[in-house]
């Protein structure tokens, strides 16, 4: 089973600033078998990005994904007051296996 | 609207029975794959299960193969998950989402999951 692993756990930033997710496969996925979410507290997630870099309908383009293999990425350019969430990278193997998320919290 | 409701869920004694479901409304059911994704409280995001749009390919992660068991019903634009012998890790709140589209013999994944219900909390203990 492919298990993904988010870095970093926290992330403390001011709106306004440059948000880099990380998300690291322990082996190759197809770039199109992976995808982000975004989830507020009290909230169902809500898809941002499939296949590694095409937003989802409605999604801000602050929002870009990026990768291959086994290290993909996903940058808010600026953070706004309402991307202030958990993130999770999926991937679409034999298991549709999830991170174990990265917050991103107002410093 | 596009909207998927689950009920279902409630409180329930380890070894004990639970069936959710999920109603959907505002697109053709019968033409998209689903799944079933949980929460336990406080922690991360798990994929349980997932079905194809005519019900004749259905997958489990380990941690529920055998124990639950995935169903839809196109006629009444439902998703079910019948859940047995539960145990306090089970505890969660369970939500189905929309997986990809699929008509005339053909699928045409997007390999994200873009329609979520708000989910239905289920807690397992004495």
């Known amino acids: 089973e492919i298990v993904l692993t988010q870095s970093p756990g926290t992330l403390s930033l001011s709106p306004g600033e440059r948000a880099t997710l990380s998300c690291r496969a322990s082996?190759?996925?197809?770039?199109?078998?992976l995808a982000w979410y975004q989830q507020k507290p009290g909230q169902a997630p809500r898809l941002l990005i499939y296949?590694?870099?095409s937003r989802a309908t409605g999604i801000p383009d602050r929002f870009s994904g990026s990768g291959s293999g086994t290290d993909f990425t996903l940058t808010i350019s600026r953070l706004e007051p309402e991307d202030f969430a958990v993130y999770y990278c999926q991937q679409y193997g034999s298991s549709k296996t999830f991170g174990q998320g990265t917050k991103v919290e107002i410093k | 609207e596009v909207q998927l409701v689950e009920s279902g869920g409630g409180l329930v004694q380890p070894g004990g029975s639970l069936r959710l479901s999920c109603a959907a409304s505002g697109f053709t059911f019968s033409s998209y794959e689903m799944n079933w994704v949980r929460q336990a409280p406080g922690k991360g995001l798990e994929w349980v299960s997932y079905i194809s749009s005519s019900g004749s390919t259905i997958y489990y992660a380990d941690s529920v193969k055998g124990r639950f068991t995935i169903s839809r019903d196109n006629a009444k634009n439902s998703l079910y998950l019948q859940m047995n012998s539960l145990r306090a890790e089970d505890t969660a709140v369970y939500y189905c989402?929309?997986?990809?589209?699929?008509?005339?013999?053909?699928?045409?994944?997007?390999?994200?999951?873009?329609?979520w219900g708000q989910g239905t909390t289920v807690t397992v203990s004495s």
């Open positions: 082996q190759s996925v197809s770039s199109s078998y």
């Open positions: 296949g590694a870099s």
């Open positions: 989402a929309r997986d990809s589209y699929c008509s005339g013999g053909s699928c045409y994944p997007i390999y994200g999951m873009d329609v």
